[in-house]
């Protein structure tokens, strides 16, 4: 495909239940990364896979959240037992890797978590 | 830990006047840093980056930051802002020999014509 795409773009859910955000990376892009944006915090950087290497999981708020990443290419964001506290946008993005993909990161259009 | 500081939370100016966004960021070694931005209903998209050489860098859309080591920052410029230029901005920093970004909180520019 031509960019990220990430679905579902919305999501509605009640506290206690699970959901699971999907993004596609660009093809060829080895690295992808998983950020939430809450209102007025910024980006908050969540997790990052780098071709075949242990993902770098620093970023993960708590034991709630795991990803994965699938042949290299398609990431699973999955977040059990959701609290209101998750309501935020979340973006994946994707980039050649190494030292010429940092800062050149595509963004996809974020899936909008609300938890009622 | 490493942070990004963006001072100015809203800005709005009128067309034509000259925009400079605060940066700033907490660590004493390497670091390259970016300037992305984010237009109502797009996604986010890198506007410049620093990654070593001249201080001053340009991006798109007539965009320039000077990156100041001394003062750990990286402020983005333009000299006349167009109605077209209302976004988000967001600084971002990346430790070097690190592959995470850390972002800054934003800064919601508003350009009235």
């Known amino acids: 495909g031509a960019g990220v795409s990430q679905s579902p773009s919305n999501k509605v859910t009640e506290k206690g239940k699970d959901v699971e955000l999907r993004c596609d990376p660009i093809?060829?892009?080895?690295?992808l990364y998983w950020y939430r944006q809450s209102l007025g915090q910024g980006l908050e950087f969540l997790i990052y896979?780098?071709?075949?290497?242990?993902?770098?999981k620093s970023g993960l708020p708590s034991d709630r959240f795991s990803a994965e990443r699938t042949g290299g290419s398609v990431s699973t964001l999955t977040i059990q037992r959701t609290q209101q506290e998750d309501s935020a946008v979340y973006l994946c993005?994707?980039?050649?890797?190494?030292?010429?993909?940092?800062?050149?990161?595509?963004f996809g259009p974020g899936t909008r978590l609300t938890v009622l | 830990a490493q942070s990004v500081s963006q001072h100015n939370h809203h800005v709005i100016l009128s067309e034509a006047a000259s925009l400079e966004l605060g940066c700033n960021y907490s660590?004493?070694?390497?670091?390259?840093l970016f300037w992305y931005v984010q237009y109502p209903g797009q996604h986010l998209q890198l506007l410049l980056k620093?990654?070593?050489?001249?201080?001053l860098v340009k991006g798109i859309k007539g965009f320039e930051a000077e990156f100041i080591k001394s003062k750990f920052s990286f402020n983005l410029r333009k000299p006349s802002v167009q109605w077209s230029d209302t976004a988000e901005y967001f600084c971002?920093?990346?430790?070097?020999?690190?592959?995470?970004?850390?972002f800054g909180t934003g800064t919601r520019l508003q350009v009235f014509p």
């Open positions: 660590y004493g070694g390497t670091v390259n």
């Open positions: 093809s060829g892009h080895t690295a």
């Open positions: 896979f780098q071709g075949n290497s242990a993902p770098d």
């Open positions: 993005a994707s980039s050649l890797g190494g030292r010429q993909g940092i800062g050149a990161q595509y």
């Open positions: 971002a920093v990346n430790v070097y020999n690190t592959d995470k970004l850390i």
């Open positions: 620093y990654f070593s050489g001249d201080p």
